[in-house]
Antibody, heavy 125, light 106 residues
């Protein structure tokens, strides 16, 4: 059974960079798409982006256009981990951040089949 | 399409049928997935590819799509179905989520 566990700082200051790690157990990250999704308190889900783990250092990525200038998603297949970097933080980035695996069906992106329990990040001075 | 629209909330009595809609331009050309999120929990897929129920999801959950509107139906809603429900689709390489519908069963 694939399990995902997010980790990172619970509190970061405005203008700083958020770095989160998603530790994947029960399966390899290779040859899968991995996403970060966030949820502001009491609000809906917002897709941050995804990366494809090909086992090399240059897996393909796609980002939410509204965050693209500030976000980087990467992975380390040797550690079976996925990373999120979000720069130039503001209070609007306060949210629960989830990592999730994207199931592929007929060579197309399908649904998010495994989710972590989420990591609450508060942006405040 | 860059937006998926859902009603913010709905309420049904136990045993009644709940129908939650999700609409968006061109949605009929995409697969729609539905997620249930109970308070304090991570989202869980209950329907994928418009109308497929994952293993372990009760038969009372079903999905359909007509034109650019997808519908999640919960037949004979139970108290434990009280949750937020989100629709989701892919627009090329971008994931879209609906704003969510809070379902109350009382």
């Amino acid at each position: 059974q694939v399990q995902l566990q997010e980790s990172g700082p619970g509190l970061v200051k405005p203008s700083e960079t958020l770095s989160l790690t998603c530790i994947v157990t029960g399966g390899s990250i290779r040859n899968h798409y991995w996403s970060w999704i966030r949820q502001t308190p009491g609000k809906g889900l917002e897709w941050v982006g995804y990366m494809f783990s090909s086992g090399t250092s240059s897996g393909s990525t796609s980002y939410n256009p509204s965050l693209k200038s500030r976000v980087t998603i990467s992975g380390d297949s040797s550690k079976n981990q996925i990373f999120l970097n979000l720069r130039s933080l503001t209070a609007a980035d306060t949210a629960v951040y989830y990592c999730a695996r994207v199931r592929i069906a007929v060579s197309a992106l399908d649904h998010f089949d495994y989710w972590g329990q989420g990591a609450l990040v508060t942006v405040s001075s | 399409s860059s937006e998926l629209t859902q009603p913010p909330s709905m309420s049904v009595s136990p045993g009644q049928t709940a129908t939650i809609s999700c609409s968006g331009d061109g949605l009929g050309t995409k697969y729609v997935n539905w997620y249930q999120q109970r308070p304090g929990q991570s989202p869980l897929v209950v329907i994928y590819q418009d109308n497929t129920r994952p293993s372990g999801i009760p038969e009372r959950f079903s999905g359909s799509i007509f034109g650019d509107t997808a519908t999640l139906t919960i037949s004979g809603a139970q108290a434990l179905d009280e949750a937020d429900y989100f629709c989701q689709a892919w627009d090329r390489s971008t994931a879209l989520f609906g704003g969510g519908t809070k379902l109350t069963v009382l």
